[in-house]
């Protein structure tokens, strides 16, 4: 039987109508990934184009990470804070912020091809760029994502990252940190906290678990096979993450990809990070930053774009099962 769950941060509702789903492996893509070749990439001779990096890593010829501005980006930084204006009935604010790239050398390897020592170094300067941007006194949350595949929005193949800074808070974001302080004042609790001891007790939705992370298909997935991923140390700024924990997380996401990868086909897919805003630190001293990941196996129909209620068909229980598991299919 079909039934509403709710999320317990934002408030938000999904359905999940499993009788309306193929099994769990019918979601296997079937169609091989297109690679684009080399020798058109505008990220293989970066340093070369043009395109001035903001930082190497290492700082050399044979740089294994660069971090360079957008090309086009969504937002522009200024010395200037952002000032408001009104339109009739409408408000408008500056687009000010930053908008970078940040790119790996190698035009095949995605993370889950990466050793984790490879992995880990770039969440090293993930974290090393967010607390850089963090001191714009104009940047108030940082949004950082990877899209894998044009389903995802990723208009080139080779694989790289994007952070762009905000002077507000999104609106999800908001729901979010609103639900964990609202979830704190009434319980005195992180409420992710909450939710991942049960999860641990139940071990029924868990993709993967080491001693510093731990990767769960959610209760309330939106999407089929859609997974997030935490630290298990409370931590409410990923740029404020210890150097343990961050690898621990970093292998329970790429554990969780490669598995995404082999089990679903190579789907296109997004990873994201959800974090504290820069400012109000002891506001949301409770929120628990994590990564969300979300397969691109789905499309948005006529209901859920009417009404912001998204219908998953996979139970996440089955999604677990079918990514933990060690068999081929």
């Known amino acids: ?120 170094e770039l969440f090293r300067v993930f974290k090393h760029r967010l607390n850089v941007l963090s001191q714009d006194p104009h940047s108030n949350y940082s949004s950082l994502w990877h899209a894998w ?10 694989p790289h990252y994007q952070i762009l800074t905000l002077p507000i808070v999104p609106p999800d974001i908001r729901r979010s940190l609103e639900g964990s302080v609202r979830y704190a004042r009434e319980h005195k609790k992180c409420v992710h906290c909450v939710m991942l001891d049960y999860e641990k007790r139940r071990k029924v939705r868990i993709v993967y678990e080491n001693a510093e992370a731990i990767a769960i298909a959610p209760f309330v997935s939106k999407q089929p096979f859609e997974v997030r991923i935490f630290p298990k140390k409370h931590f409410s700024h990923f740029e404020k993450t210890t150097d343990k924990v961050l690898c621990g997380t970093v292998e329970a996401l790429a554990f969780t990809l490669r598995k995404i ?37 789905s499309l948005l129909g006529g209901f859920e774009w009417s009404t912001g209620i998204d219908i998953n068909t996979i139970d996440p229980d089955n999604a677990a099962k079918v990514l933990r598991s060690n068999k081929k299919k």
């Open 149 to 158: 595949g044009q389903l995802a929005g990723a208009s080139i193949y080779h």
């Open 1 to 120: 039987m079909s039934e509403l769950r709710q999320d317990l941060v934002s408030g938000d509702w999904i359905i999940l109508a499993g009788d309306r789903a193929k099994r769990p492996h019918d979601w296997k893509k079937k169609s091989k990934r297109v690679r684009a070749p080399k020798n058109t990439c505008p990220f293989e001779d970066l340093v070369k184009s043009g395109n001035e990096p903001i930082e190497l890593f290492p700082p050399s010829d044979d740089w294994k990470i660069a971090v360079a501005p957008n090309k086009y980006p969504a937002l522009i930084p200024k010395t200037e804070g952002p000032s408001e204006r009104r339109q009739g009935p409408y408000s408008t604010i500056d687009g000010i912020g930053h908008h970078e790239l940040i790119i790996t050398r190698d035009h095949e390897k995605n993370i889950p091809k990466m050793s984790l020592a490879e992995s880990t």
């Open 261 to 297: 990868s082999e089990k679903l086909g190579d789907p296109d897919y997004n990873f994201f990070l959800h974090t504290a805003p820069f400012r109000d630190a002891n506001e949301y001293k409770m929120y628990h930053w994590h990564m969300e990941v979300i397969p691109k196996i």
